[in-house]
């Protein structure tokens, strides 16, 4: 587990530097605007679609271990590339290939860490997993400011390293777990298996909706009047607030049981995740049709959402993997649409704000309030589900 954990936390750095953190580096250094980053978010969830669907394939013929090795060589080649050609036509295809390589190993690596574990073993398995990669997430986001301001190629380079040694990583020896399972007690316990059920219906509706939130914010959030009031090297580490509370609630869950058999928790949780995107995406007095000069007042306001937002989403992202793997006994085949989920989200919620942008160009609210509508359209599916098995009992 170790070798696994050491690698998930390297490409977690290499991912992280270039899919949300690039999109300050294209607003500073490419001079972007937010609809440019909302396109390029869109057409990554299409391309992350399809690689988190053709993860089980390529396991299939491979394995897991040589896969995982040969996906890792192949993003330090698409980190390699663009480095090489820092420029704002050949940076996008770089990283819409990068995309769809990197969206096979996730998959992957979330069937290494399952395999094998007891339903109270898995969650503290996955607590370490989403622990690693939330917290390199927030690392990688913070200090990209700096980078860019300082070390430019190092945007590119420390990825291209981090994949590298990944690669090499997984190279060394077996990483294969113990056969086992990881359905535990849950076929003996038919009330908990229900609960599961349930649970996991919520979080295939909560998982895209909490990405759309996730992506429609990375690709706006440079945009944002609030963000842009921060000197450019603190705005990437203000951004990554939201990650930073994600951290702690993915702590807290790794090692309670309690949310185990509420799944009704989660959609909680999407409620609450609705009210904070707009809390960090607008000044209140947007939210009231207004404008206004951005005051000390308002900073803290978006910063402080940024703890909800984190949470919920953290929350919803840790149910969802937990549910699926408890229930497919950690396959690959359930990692791959845990993924394609997220790419699904990835593709909805930037989806919405273009063509809100389109017909109210260079309104952030248009896009905010489109966002929100894919949202709503969420939470009254899951609330319907919820109602239905509530009614089967």
Do not use: K
């Amino acid at each position: 587990m170790r070798r696994i954990f050491c690698a998930h936390g390297l490409a977690s750095i290499g991912s992280n530097l270039l899919l949300p953190s690039f999109f300050f580096y294209a607003t500073q250094i490419f001079h972007w605007n937010s609809s440019q980053c909302l396109e390029l978010v869109s057409a990554e969830g299409v391309v992350y679609i399809i690689g988190a669907l053709v993860a089980r394939l390529i396991v299939a013929r491979l394995g897991r271990q040589r896969s995982l090795a040969g996906i890792q060589a192949l993003l330090t080649i698409a980190a390699a590339s663009a480095w090489l050609r820092p420029t704002p036509v050949f940076v996008p295809g770089a990283i819409l290939c990068y995309t769809l390589v990197s969206a096979m190993g996730w998959p992957i690596f979330e069937s290494l860490i399952s395999a094998g574990a007891e339903p109270s073993m898995l969650s503290r398995r996955i607590g370490v997993y989403n622990l690693i990669w939330s917290g390199m997430g927030t690392l990688s986001l913070a200090i990209s400011g700096t980078i860019i301001n300082h070390f430019r190629p190092g945007m590119f380079l420390l990825p291209m390293a981090a994949h590298a040694i990944a690669a090499l990583l997984i190279s060394m020896g077996n990483v294969e777990p113990a056969e086992g399972g990881a359905t535990g007690h849950a076929a003996a316990e038919p009330g908990l298996l229900r609960q599961r059920r349930l649970a996991l219906q919520l979080g295939r509706i909560g998982l895209p909706a909490s990405y759309t939130v996730l992506y429609s914010l990375v690709a706006l959030m440079p945009s944002l009047v609030v963000i842009r009031s921060f000197a450019p090297a603190s705005q990437t580490v203000v951004a990554s607030i939201w990650m930073g509370s994600r951290v702690f609630v993915f702590i807290a869950l790794g090692f309670m049981a309690w949310w185990h058999t509420r799944p009704r928790v989660l959609l909680y949780a999407a409620v609450a995740m609705l009210i904070a995107f707009f809390g960090v995406t607008l000044q209140p007095v947007q939210l009231l049709g207004g404008a206004a000069a951005v005051t000390g007042w308002d900073q803290i306001l978006m910063i402080a959402f940024q703890i909800p937002l984190g949470l919920t989403m953290g929350m919803i992202y840790a149910g969802s993997l937990y549910f699926g793997m408890v229930l497919s006994e950690g396959s690959t085949e359930h990692g791959g649409y845990h993924e394609a989920l997220i790419g699904l989200g990835q593709v909805c919620g930037p989806a919405a704000a273009l063509t809100a942008e389109h017909f109210w160009p260079g309104d952030i609210r248009a896009a905010v309030f489109a966002v929100a509508a894919v949202l709503v359209v969420c939470l009254i599916s899951a609330t319907y589900v919820t109602i239905r098995e509530l009614r089967r009992r």
